[in-house]
């Protein structure tokens, strides 16, 4: 019994220019019907990875396969038109001239009554029927966003590269717009790859998120699993604010001023960093000078005066500047704590929330 081949392969994939790798050895799977989105820093070779799928930028080593047939490797290359590819970018542009329904039709085969039907139920799909004759200047930019979205999907490609569409979106339209997108792409069963620097547009759209850093993917998985289960302090870093703090292993354990943390494979003498997240730091009043017992779940609490809290909307953002050695750490909290300045608190650990690393 064979399995079935990933609607969208790369293996190995290195682009360099200059002499210096941009895309260094990337590797991943996309299944019809599948969401991945490639996160990252900007610069850290996204882009390129999407432009040589497309077909319009060519690897140094490696090969591209759809369905299990290679496209492309570095001495055979079927030509982008005939890759099955939508493309979909920030910078899109409709073709002022042709109508919403031409713009929509522009690379559809068949007879005009198909053509038609095609533009018409992707149109109703995105609620924008009534524009089909009108052209595209009256559209809002959301609009026009939604019919670049149906243009790219209506040939129905095996496979839909999308590079930080929604980028030039105010903030109001752009999660719905999101949504919505997110709905026709799942039922056209399209392989989507979309490169994203937004880790809440990465956690939002992907079935699957790969991590990208420095031309490599660095982290893959769900996207429950990234983040909680992040590989090294940058992955953490990259989803929200952290907090860390450094200890010295010995026998396994560190000791810091937050209790023991477990440091398995880290050999005595090593420093590790212990990262957490604002919102798992627990604070505690203090109850006449003093802070609550330890816990096997919280471990110690340390004592702090409160710097500054500011009110965030949905959370309180609390920064509080640590008796043990002067540093800051915040801490969120939901809804409305704002503390005065001065104020005594204690801060406790989740154990099961925090990550240590070895420090580097
Ligand atoms: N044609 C080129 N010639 C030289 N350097 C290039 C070329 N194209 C891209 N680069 C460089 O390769 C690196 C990766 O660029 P790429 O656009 O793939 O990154 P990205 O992750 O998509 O970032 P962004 O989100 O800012 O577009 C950058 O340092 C960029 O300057």
Sequence with gaps: ?????????????????????????????????????????????????????????????????VDGNLICDTVFRVPPERRHIGLMFQDFALFPHLTVGDNVAFGLAGSKEQKRARVEELLDKVGLTRFIDGYPYLLSGGEQQRVALVRALAPRPKIMLMDEPFSGLDNRLRDDIRDQTLEILKQEDAAVLLVTHEPEEAMRMADEIALMRDGRIVQQGAPYNIYNAPRDKQAVAFFSDINVIRGKVKGALTETPFGQFLAPGVPDGNEVEIVIRPQHLKIEFDRSGKGPLPTPQHGAAARGEVVRARFMGAESLIEIRMDYDGSILKATVPNVFLPNPGRVLWLMFRRDRCFVFPAG
């Design 1 to 65: 019994m064979s399995a079935i081949p990933p609607r969208l392969e790369i293996r190995n994939l290195i682009r360099r220019f200059d002499g210096q790798p941009v895309v260094n050895d990337v590797s991943l799977k996309v299944s019809p019907g599948q969401v991945t989105c490639l996160l990252g820093p900007s610069g850290c070779g996204k882009s390129t990875t999407l432009r040589m799928i497309a077909g319009v930028e060519m690897q140094d080593e490696g090969e591209i396969y």
